[in-house]
């Protein structure tokens, strides 16, 4: 069974951090790609990051490129998601997925497994 479980959301305020954690189990995790999504309320879910199987390509989304940085321990099984600089726009549920695909993917179909989310707060 597939297991995707994200944990380090939370309530901050504008310009604060936060580190997110998805922590992998039921398949081989180093020959996935690993990505994160949010979703904020009455919004489309939209892709933020995704990483190659051995991190050398991280790929952004342009809403947080520069602030977030996406990154993977395989002996950990687990992807992160470091947030820089929030914004109360970044505030929403964010979700951790993956994809057997050496191909940038950035659609919320082109992945078979998923999260189910952590929430993510930001006020102003």
């Known amino acids: 069974q597939v297991q995707l479980v994200e944990s380090g959301g939370g309530l901050v305020q504008a310009g604060d951090s936060l580190r997110l954690s998805c922590a992998a189990s039921?398949?081989?995790?180093?020959?996935?790609?690993m990505a994160w999504f949010r979703q904020a309320p009455g919004k489309e879910r939209e892709f933020v990051s995704t990483?190659?199987?051995?991190?050398?390509?991280?790929y952004y989304a342009d809403s947080v490129k520069g602030r977030f940085t996406i990154a993977r321990d395989n002996n950990k099984n687990t992807v992160y998601l470091q947030m820089n600089n929030l914004k109360p726009e970044d505030t929403a549920v964010y979700y951790c997925?993956?994809?057997?695909?050496?191909?940038?993917?950035?659609?919320?179909?082109?992945?078979?497994?998923w999260g189910q989310g952590t929430q993510v707060t930001v006020s102003s």
């Open positions: 997925a993956a994809r057997l695909s050496s191909r940038i993917l950035t659609g919320t179909s082109d992945y078979n497994y």
């Open positions: 039921g398949l081989t995790f180093s020959n996935y790609r």
């Open positions: 990483i190659t199987w051995n991190g050398y390509n991280p």
